[in-house]
């Protein structure tokens, strides 16, 4: 065992105590994200910040860099746990858009780590991958494959970047319109569109000899 796994394996992490540290070192992470690259943010700094000794984050984290990933890890189980059980929501427009409800709801009680997890702004953030892949499985036509040369190939990335791009503006727009308003419309978008794309590209080739 690893010095970092034993001293891992020495914290309670169910402990109110801990949570509270913890959370408290996260959000201060979050507030220098918001001014600076991770490269930028020393431990001084952000115990600084948080008000909390520098003994105690190298408790819980050898580095800043440590502290990253471990927040990402949380991140995902997190998000894992709000999109558990959607491997139905392609069945009806309506399933699709309550699934797509349950990932707004998450965003707007926790929106400084669905800002983490849904956009690229901090170096390494490896959690958004996962987090694609893990919406790429449940969205509708995810699992349809087409030719390298059939353009409709591209539908799920375009869906992903307009998802993803969607609920930041909507968070950064205060969050006004309810939830189940905005799963709605872009469930409707959404399955609209790819339906529009799909058959007005059905029967695409590509064409020999175009030069």
Partial sequence: MSNNDERLSKVNTNDRRVKRTK???????FTLLQE???N?????????????????????YTDIFDMLD??????????????????ECSTTPEAFAKYIENILIFCKSN???????????????????????????NIPVAKEV????????FILNFALNALTGTVVDWMDD????????????????????????KSKFASYSKAEDDF
Avoid: H
């Fill in 23 to 29: 959370k408290l070192l996260r959000d201060s992470l």
């Fill in 36 to 38: 600076k690259s991770i």
């Fill in 40 to 60: 930028e943010i020393t431990v001084t700094e952000l115990t600084e910040v948080a008000d909390i000794n520098r003994a105690t984050f190298y408790f819980y």
């Fill in 70 to 87: 471990q927040i990402q890890n949380d991140a995902y189980e997190i998000f894992e746990g709000v999109l558990q059980g959607a491997e």
């Fill in 111 to 137: 929106t400084a780590i669905a800002r983490f997890v849904i956009t690229r702004e901090y170096n390494n953030n490896k959690v958004l991958k996962r987090i694609t892949k893990l919406l790429a499985k």
């Fill in 146 to 153: 087409y030719a390298q040369d059939d353009p409709r190939r």
């Fill in 174 to 197: 205060g969050m006004v319109i309810p939830p189940n308003v905005m799963a709605e419309f872009i469930a409707d978008m959404y399955i609209s569109g790819s339906l529009f794309t």
